[in-house]
């Protein structure tokens, strides 16, 4: 099979990352996350799972508009290279933040359970929330899917930590996951963002854990490992030996990814073209490369049409 290397210079420059990897059931890790955002696992424990369950019983459940509810954090959720004051709370058994709030097919989102088709409607889901300052904590309960009748109901919780940390607890998983797979519906359990060009939209993270072993008692761990944002001087951020650049844009003061994913501002500010640079070098000697790449981006886009998301990435 001939290598496309014109796909792999183009992937390499906008720094997409997609992981999928298979693992057990004894909280190793389960994907590579090669872009450093997560140490991934999952076990079966029971003790384990009735620990970390956030007893919501004798609390009512929302009423959602729309199938969400929009909800504001008490905390700030350091999520990927941005923050998240913000998010979603779908029936539909995700999380979903940015702007595709009501999006039918979301491209920003934390799942635990997401089911999203015709047969699948979650009115009768009973969606509670709670948060306390360092946690916030959604729990959908009895999510019917429709397929077997009155035992087909799930109930799971997902947990966000002020430190970055995410968990999921399955309560209860009446049947293999991967049942619920047709060409009607869309079922995943993972995280995705999307990474912004001038114009363009393209996939930047995506973790999909369709196919791992999730059963009554399941915790999925997301353990956060340190970022470019966490990085606050210039010389901490050139310095840093993490799995992505770190790049530090003397304009808006910030250590990031060389495409930051989060601000428009990272490219109305050049800060791209310090990719390169030292703490000494001035805006004038840095190395432009952002317009060679937004052309080069745009030309594949031409030579190899593909939807808004890229199938390609994966």
Same mark, same amino acid.
């Given at each position: +099979? #001939? ?16 992981? #999928? ?6 909280? /190793? ?30 609390? !009512? ?8 509810? #929009? ?13 998240? *004051? ?19 097919? %979301? ?38 899917? &429709?397929?077997?009748?009155? &035992? ?9 930590? !002020? ?10 998983? %009446? ?9 009607? &519906?869309?079922?995943?359990?993972? +995280? ?7 114009? +363009?939209?393209? +996939? ?8 791992? %072993? ?14 470019? *944002? ?67 981006? *745009? /030309?594949?886009?031409?030579?190899? %049409? ?9």
């Amino acid at each position: +099979m #001939r290598v496309n290397i014109s796909l792999i210079y183009f992937l390499i420059l906008v720094a997409a990352s997609h992981g #999928r990897g298979t693992g057990t059931i004894n909280n /190793r890790p389960l994907v590579k996350d090669r872009h450093g955002f997560f140490n991934i696992s999952v076990q079966a424990n029971d003790r384990l799972a009735q620990t970390l369950w956030v007893d919501m019983d004798g609390m !009512e459940s929302k009423s959602l508009d729309h199938n969400y509810v #929009r909800v504001n954090l008490a905390f700030t959720f350091p999520l990927f290279d941005r923050t998240i *004051r913000s998010l979603a709370v779908n029936s539909n058994g995700y999380l979903s933040f940015g702007n595709d709030f009501d999006a039918q097919f %979301p491209a920003r989102y934390i799942a635990p359970l997401m089911i999203i088709g015709k047969k699948y409607g979650n009115r009768e889901t009973s969606i509670k929330f709670r948060q306390n300052g360092k946690s916030f904590t959604v729990q959908w309960g009895n999510l019917k899917t &429709h397929r077997y009748g009155k &035992h087909d109901r799930f109930t799971f919780q997902a947990t966000l930590h !002020e430190n970055g940390n995410i968990e999921f607890v399955y309560k209860r998983i %009446p049947f293999e996951i991967t049942d619920l797979i047709d060409h009607e &519906h869309l079922v995943k359990i993972g +995280m995705e963002d999307l990474f912004y060009l001038p114009d +363009m939209e393209l +996939m930047y993270y995506y973790v999909d854990l369709i196919g791992e %072993p999730i059963q009554n008692s399941t915790i999925v761990s997301f353990k956060a490992l340190p970022t470019c *944002r966490s990085l606050k001087n210039c010389s901490s951020c050139v310095s840093a030996n993490l799995s992505s650049k770190c790049v530090w844009c003397p304009a808006l003061k910030r250590c990031s990814v060389s495409f930051d994913p989060s601000s428009k501002d990272w490219f109305k500010n050049k800060c791209q073209d310090f990719e390169n640079a030292t703490c000494t070098v001035t805006k004038n000697q840095a190395h432009s490369i952002s317009e060679g790449i937004i052309h080069f981006v *745009r /030309r594949f886009y031409k030579q190899n %049409p593909c939807t808004k998301f890229c199938s390609f990435f994966f």
